[in-house]
């Protein structure tokens, strides 16, 4: 198994956007005097994300990520019955929230290690503009910033992954997706690209019931980056 | 003077192409006991980019660079009479010279140092699969790869900058475009970027006669990289 670069999806793979979301939503109604359960929030605000982005893929014209994640926010406040509270500049700097996730504690160091030996990046329904600032952020040491930004397309879309082994100018078998996500792996897989599955348990919270596990057999299904990596490293050797 | 983003150019600014291009040359055709002037093939190499280029301003669909230079690679070999000692495989490897640049010395520490407190990214007329690899030879520490392989459009194109600019989504005036080729930084004015000169006076070799020094009233002329960024220090608490 030759494996040249490793794409990553993003949102809950390699960060925590529920807290890191709902800090973000804490500080600005917070400062407000607002009394609203940030948690919550966060959870409702990313709950309009797979139906904004099914109306991409059903036909209306590409719209980037930040520009959805705004629409969304917009829905969002008024569900909390708070969006009097919030100007358009107020608006526009709580969409940064998506910017300032923290990474999973194993992201870095096992990136630092993948990136030793292979090519790393983002292949993320995020803009490159979100991707990277989320990587200045949070110290992701991609080599590059592929994903729906450059495809034009959201994932399961499979021009996303397809997109995005062309820019490296590699074979779809040469290029793993790693993801806590079975079904953007099956997408994955489904064009021709290697997988890796590292469950995320607390993604939505201690009660989460979905993704718990590997639901089908993955190239590699690993605890966590490190290990992803000493699993990449003992194949290497087949 | 607010500048967010840096985009650099690479070939000649941020690397020395002709000393890196003419070292692999040197080693793949010693390994077969021809004896070239390995510095006229890397000039004549380069010298065919620029009008390579010009088919794709003037009509041909996009190709990428990695294309364009195989291309050029075909044409050098049968102008200095060793096409025949070359087959497919081993063009294919020699190719991979463009990959394997070193950074002019400055160039390291200087990207680190503006990295801090901006993000700074490639806009090349290469291939997003060049300048990353490119980027892990030389340890170039970008946040993310933008230039030809985003915008699909080469230098001096204005879709080229603009696309730079629109992927980080910020408005051309809050990037900054570094260049050591005066006509890169006359077209990113057009665009509304901010400019930066450093002069690179050995890209050519030492009897270069052109970009020996800023042509026009660039926002910034700088000696190197650092230089470059003690300027911004010092502009952004005007």
Redesign the interface.
Known sequence: MQVEALIFDVFGTCVDWRTGVAREVAAATGAKGLEIDSVAFADAWRGLYEPAMQEIRSGRPYTDL?ALHRENLDTTLGRFGIATHFNDEERAALNHAWEKLPPWPDVVPGLIRLKASR?I?PCSNG???L???L??YGALP?????GA??ARAYKPDPRTYLAACD????EPAHVMMVAAHNDDLVAARDCGLKTAFVARPLEHGTGQVTDLKATSHWDIVAADFPALSAHLDLRSHD
Do not use: P
């Open positions: 930040d090519i990046a803009s490159i503009a991707m990277t600032r990587a200045r991609w080599d590059c910033i592929l930004g450059i820019a490296l100018r590699l």
